[in-house]
């Protein structure tokens, strides 16, 4: 019986070490074939390149001329002659001051002038009559003196004169208010029957507006104010700006730069940038808000990545670097510009670095991948179905 029992157990544990040499034969015949292939990802190869920036900001419109229509003189305003809002020309009369009172003054400084000038004519008899009677010794030269003098203070009377009535006439003329420049009016600020004093608030009786072409006043940062500097200064005429109204229409017209500040504003941190924009249609209106976009503007000479090659870790952004041999590993990187799916690498790659574009959450440290190139930079910038990988 205990023999038996001990051929038993040999025989168990002959079979168990067959079993587990079978098994680790399976499992040594098995592994090549079970181990993962490569991750299959798309790669973009680096090389410098301009980066075009899309530049758009929040604008406001202005009319190159706004001009305060005001009353020169002082008196009661008896009419407005125009039609609120209508467009006028120079020198049509938008207003009219009671011109009474001025018409008054230009008879009693005409009358004035006319007492002089027989002053005048009185003086200059005299005059005559004195210098023949002294040439003889009929006259002293007490009354030669006195003749002159009184002649040439009847003369600048009449200067005197004659300036007081040019000085009236011109303030009856202004009674009559006149545009000074030719385009849209704007609503009256002084209704008929008040009384407005010259060089007061009270004087300012409407607005003028030029609107054919309008000023688009932005601010932008200032190392974007640089680059568009820079651009200018080499290229004026590949920047335009791209003025887009309220309802998201753009203007039929391009605006083009014509003032960038000097200086950076110390409340805002921000650079002030002028437009000018060919209204001629009316299109748009002083006074609105729209935004500038600016076009011809870009980076060059820059490694410009996909967006969406970037991954966020702990230190910051990084991207998958493919070395040589195929193998991925993260590498470190500075952000600069932005624009649209693309960034521009200010450091931590160099030209000719491959890196994973499609695919960057699907593979390791050290992990060999099967890359396959994407051929363009806009292939590399178009979103794909790996995008979200």
């Known amino acids: 019986m205990h023999k038996n029992r001990k051929q038993s157990r040999r025989a168990a544990g002959l079979g168990g070490m067959l079993l587990l040499a079978g098994l680790l034969g399976a499992c040594t015949e098995a592994g090549p074939q079970g181990a993962p292939p490569p991750v299959s990802v798309g790669y973009l190869e ?25 009353a020169r ?8 002659l125009y039609e609120e809002g209508a467009a006028v020309k120079a020198g049509d009369v938008l207003f009219r001051i009671d011109p009474a ?18 002053n005048f004519r009185h003086a200059e008899r005299e005059r005559d009559r004195i210098l023949p009677l002294h040439e003889q010794g009929l006259a002293s030269p007490r009354d030669r003196d006195n003749a002159i003098a009184a002649y040439e203070q009847a003369l600048a009377a009449v200067a005197a004169a004659e300036a007081e009535l040019r000085t009236a006439e011109l303030a009856l003329s202004y009674t009559d208010v ?4 030719g385009r849209l009016t704007s609503r009256e600020v002084r209704s008929e029957g008040s009384l407005v004093t010259a060089g007061d608030e009270s004087s300012l009786l409407t607005y003028i507006v030029q609107a054919d072409r309008l000023y688009v006043d932005f601010a932008v940062p200032e190392a974007e104010a640089e680059l568009l500097r820079a651009t200018l200064a080499k290229e004026p005429d590949r920047v335009s700006v791209s003025v887009i109204g309220a309802r998201g229409v753009p203007a039929a017209n391009r605006a083009k730069i014509e003032f960038i500040a000097p200086r950076v504003d110390d409340r805002t941190g921000t650079v002030e940038v002028r437009a000018l924009l060919d209204n001629s249609d009316g299109a748009l209106l002083p006074g609105q808000v729209a935004r500038a976009r600016i076009e011809g503007v870009g980076v060059a000479d820059a490694l410009v990545i996909p967006k969406r090659a970037v991954a966020q870790g702990a230190a910051g952004p990084y991207v998958w670097k493919i070395d040589d041999g195929g193998a991925v590993a993260p590498q470190p990187i500075e952000l600069g510009v932005t624009a649209g799916n693309d960034a521009a690498v ?4 160099a030209s000719g670095d491959r890196i994973v574009v499609d695919g960057i959450l699907k593979v390791q440290p050290g992990a060999v991948v099967d890359a396959t190139p994407i051929a363009t930079a806009a292939e590399a910038t178009a979103p794909t179905a790996h995008a979200s990988q």
Do not use: K, N, T
């Not at 980066?51 to 001329?65: D, F, K, T």
């Not at 003189?73 to 407005?80: D, H, K, N, P």
């Not at 200010?346 to 790659?349: K, M, N, T, W, Y």
């Open 178 to 181: 006149r545009a000074p420049i």
């Open 46 to 70: 680096v090389h410098p390149r301009e980066l075009p920036l899309e530049l758009e900001y929040a604008a406001q419109l202005r009319g190159v001329r706004e001009v305060e229509v005001r």
């Open 73 to 80: 003189v002082s008196g009661i305003l008896l009419e407005r």
């Open 346 to 349: 200010v450091r931590g790659l």
């Open 101 to 118: 009172p001025f018409r008054a003054e230009v008879e009693r400084a005409r009358a004035q002038l006319g007492v002089q000038q027989a």
